[in-house]
């Protein structure tokens, strides 16, 4: 059987819930403006573009795209739409596709995003503690190149960019317990901000 019918107890799917949306807030509230060092707060304006990219968490947001539900609830009226770019496989440098895929930059160009939402990090995380600032460099292209190829289409594209969420300890034995991984996605995740704003001023 490939469904469950299993219901969760009321006060645990509430608390659940609860804290999937304070891990969004607590996201969005210290967000990495790369555009200076003392940038306010993000703000969504009215008719945004939003384009996600990312690897496994943000392309399951194609599937269960419950955050982008949260977001709309919130934003009557705004007129925001989301383009979800991602791709399980991808990384900050490397976006691997068949044949005649329409290449990423004229992708990008082609949604005509003013805001990008960046949610890299996990699979580069394996690389471990040296590959962290490898890492971080192909992070500051990235975003580099996003907001170039902006410009030259006259938008000032602002970025938000997430951290790989950490490893859930769910007691199962048939699971890992996080104490490997988590490490690792914090190497990576605690030096963006210095990362980012070099990058900038470079």
Same mark, same amino acid.
């Given at each position: 059987?490939?469904?469950?019918? +299993?219901?969760?107890?009321?006060? *645990? $799917? $509430?608390?659940? #819930? &609860?804290?999937t949306i304070a891990f969004f807030i607590f996201t969005s509230a210290t967000l990495l403006s790369t555009k200076a060092a003392n940038a306010e707060a993000f703000r969504f304006q009215k008719g945004d573009v939003v384009a996600i990219y990312g690897n496994g968490l943000a392309d399951r947001m194609q599937h269960e795209p419950w955050?982008?539900?949260?977001? +709309?609830?919130?934003?009557?009226?705004? =007129? #925001?739409?989301?383009? @979800? &770019?991602?791709?399980?496989?991808?990384?900050a440098d490397q976006k691997p596709r068949s044949k005649g895929f329409i290449d990423d =930059?004229?992708?990008? +160009?082609? *949604?005509?995003?003013?805001? #990008?939402?960046?949610?890299?990090?996990? @699979? =580069?995380?394996?690389?471990g503690e040296e590959g962290a600032s490898e890492y971080t460099r192909q992070l500051v292209e990235l975003v580099e190149k996003y907001r170039r190829l902006r410009k030259e289409k006259g938008c000032d594209a602002?970025? *938000?960019l997430f951290s790989p969420i950490a490893y859930e +300890?769910?007691?199962?034995? @048939?699971?890992?317990?996080?104490t490997q991984l988590n490490p690792l996605l914090s190497i990576s995740t605690d030096q963006l901000p210095s990362d980012l704003q070099r990058g900038k001023n470079n």
């Open positions: 059987m490939l469904a469950s019918t +299993q219901q969760f107890p009321a006060p *645990v $799917f $509430f608390k659940f #819930i &609860m804290r955050v982008e539900t949260l977001l +709309q609830k919130h934003l009557t009226g705004m =007129e #925001i739409s989301f383009r @979800n &770019m991602s791709f399980s496989g991808d990384t =930059e004229a992708y990008l +160009q082609h *949604v005509g995003p003013s805001v #990008i939402f960046i949610m890299y990090g996990y @699979n =580069e995380s394996f690389k602002r970025f *938000v +300890q769910t007691g199962s034995p @048939n699971l890992p317990d996080g």
